[in-house]
C-alpha cells in the first residue's frame, strides 16, 4: 500500500516524536486532524508498533507444524477503525476545542434558519418558515459527508465524518427530547 505525501510527512514526525498525540501531529505536519488520528489508528505510534510487535513474537508459538497467532495480532475491520476513529475525534482535541457538539450545532441551525428564511422571504407566522435544529444540522453534515463519498477513490475521512455526525445527531435528539420534557 502506498502512503500519500501528507501520511509520510505524518510517520516521519511520529518517528521523531513517538508519544505525539493528532492535535500536535496534525499542526506539526500541516495535515488535518482526521488525516493524523486515522493514520495514528491505523499503525499506532512507533512505540506502539514496537509493543505489539514484540507482543506478537510472544504470542506466537508453533505446535504439530501449524502456526498460531492470537488475535490481537490480527488488523481491525474497516468499520471497527472507522468508529475508533470518530469516537476519538469528537471525545478528544475537537471536544476540548469545540466544546459539547450541540452547542456549535445550535449555533449552526439558528444561522442557517436566518439565512433560508430571509433567502425566500418567509415570515414567523409563515407556516412554511424553516426552524432547524441541532439533530437536523449534524444529520445535513452526514449528508455532506455521503455526497463527498461520491467523488473517485476512498478518503476514508468521510465516513470517520459521517459516523461521527451520526452519533451527534442521536446524542443531539437526546438532549432535545429531555429538555422537551421540562
Excluded at 82 to 94: K, Q, V
Aim: net charge negative; with cysteine; glycine share 4%.
Amino acid at each position: 500500500m502506498t502512503m500519500s505525501i501528507e501520511e509520510e510527512r505524518v510517520w516521519r514526525f511520529l518517528l521523531a516524536h513517538p508519544s505525539a498525540e493528532a492535535g500536535d501531529i496534525a499542526t506539526a505536519c500541516a495535515v488535518s486532524l482526521e488525516l493524523a488520528q486515522s493514520c495514528l489508528d491505523r499503525v499506532g505510534t512507533p512505540i506502539e508498533v514496537i509493543l505489539a510487535s514484540a507482543k506478537s513474537a510472544q504470542e506466537e508459538w508453533v505446535d504439530d507444524d501449524i502456526l498460531y497467532i492470537s488475535a490481537s495480532t490480527q488488523t481491525k475491520p474497516t468499520r471497527v477503525k472507522t468508529l475508533e476513529t470518530a469516537i476519538n475525534l469528537t471525545s478528544g482535541d475537537r471536544n476540548k476545542a469545540y466544546g459539547p457538539p450541540i452547542n456549535n450545532l445550535t449555533d449552526c441551525a439558528e444561522l442557517w434558519n436566518a439565512y433560508i428564511n430571509t433567502k425566500y422571504k418567509l415570515k414567523r407566522t409563515d407556516k412554511r418558515i424553516v426552524k432547524l435544529d441541532a439533530e437536523d444540522v449534524a444529520w445535513m453534515m452526514v449528508l455532506v459527508k455521503m455526497t463527498r463519498s461520491f467523488q473517485e477513490g476512498y478518503h476514508p475521512d468521510n465516513y470517520t465524518d459521517a459516523s461521527a455526525y451520526s452519533a451527534i445527531a442521536g446524542e443531539c435528539r437526546e438532549i432535545l427530547s429531555t429538555k422537551d420534557k421540562e
